[in-house]
């Protein structure tokens, strides 16, 4: 499994660069899958996986976060999976305490996209991580200006606000590329002319579906400033969890917090009540216990050596 193009990993600590939306060179790097178990966990295990739908794809993150799935998208479709990637994740109280996420997906042409092949790329993160796959910018970007976005149902709907950006700051041909102005704006014709840029961070109307605050880039070529807008305000919730993903990023990156906490089973089974999520022994001493051969998505079933967590298994 490899990255796709349109985004550049990150590595470590976040550093944001300027990559040129014309030139994006290909990142690869081997997928690391999620484990079944965890002998030697550490709290900062990466997951590199592939989704087939926005919601599995929240729930390959877990439940401390949602992604939204765009219901308009201007008659593209996308032919490949989601991208979800998480890395250094650490939680506490539902919450995630550290660590970045990422999830993103192509609409439309996936190469050369045009005024007449046109696509658009759509990256999320939960709000209070980091990314772990950086979005791509361009240095001919500008400010078009911002727009109140509506997400929910009428009657139980939030406004949120985006910035739209284009890039039709013109670079010069050679020499490093130089800084755009201060108050350079472009147009909202710019945006179908060079490329749109939407930045907005969505938030569920009802606290009854929270946590779901999420930062969202969309990035569209050959879309005008209406459609881009439109995409945006057709976002629909995914919350995590649920279906049949087994050992989420979150439960895995729970798991390593376990291990290297050296949590007694009480203190892990509490932590993991506190995170949502039940709990359950599958060897004590290295000696097997009898357990249900029953799926539950959110459970841990852990081996304990002197009452001490040293490995999970999920579901």
């Known amino acids: ?9 990150i590595v470590g600590p976040t550093v944001a660069g300027v990559t040129v939306i014309a030139a994006l060179t290909l990142a690869s790097q081997p997928a690391a899958a999620l484990p079944s178990a965890h002998p030697n966990a550490r709290p900062a295990t990466d997951t590199t996986v592939k989704a087939s739908s926005w919601q599995e794809a929240a729930s390959q993150l877990g439940t401390a976060g949602s992604l939204w799935e765009p219901a308009r998208t201007a008659g593209l479709k996308r032919t490949k999976p989601i991208d979800v990637i998480a890395d250094g994740l650490t939680f506490a109280s539902g919450r995630a305490r ?68 284009a890039n039709c700051f013109v670079q010069p041909s050679s ?100 995170n949502g999520y039940s709990m359950r022994i599958g060897s004590i001493d290295g000696e097997a216990q009898m357990v249900t051969m029953d799926f539950r998505w959110d459970r841990f079933t852990v081996s304990l050596v002197k009452n001490i967590v040293t490995g999970c298994t999920y579901g």
């Open 1 to 9: 499994m490899t990255f796709g193009a349109w985004y550049r990993p």
């Open 98 to 165: 550290s660590g970045d996420t990422f999830a993103g997906a192509t609409y439309g042409a996936t190469r050369g996209a045009s005024a007449s092949r046109p696509s658009f790329t759509i990256v999320e993160k939960w709000a209070d991580t980091g990314w772990a796959a950086e979005p791509a910018t361009s240095t001919s970007m500008a400010r078009v200006g911002s727009t109140p976005i509506r997400l929910g149902s009428p009657g139980t709907d939030v406004t949120v606000t985006a910035q739209v950006f």
């Open 175 to 274: 020499g490093n590329p130089k800084n755009v102005p201060a108050g350079y704006r472009c147009s909202k014709a710019d945006v179908a002319r060079t490329g749109g840029v939407l930045r907005m961070t969505a938030r569920p109307a009802s606290t009854m579906t929270e946590p779901g605050r999420t930062s969202i880039v969309i990035t569209s070529t050959g879309l005008t400033y209406a459609q881009l807008v439109a995409i945006a305000s057709s976002l629909e919730q995914a919350s995590g969890g649920g279906g049949d993903v087994t050992g989420s990023a979150q439960m895995v990156a729970m798991c390593g917090q376990m291990v290297d906490g050296a949590m007694t089973y009480e203190k892990a089974s509490a932590f993991a009540a506190s």
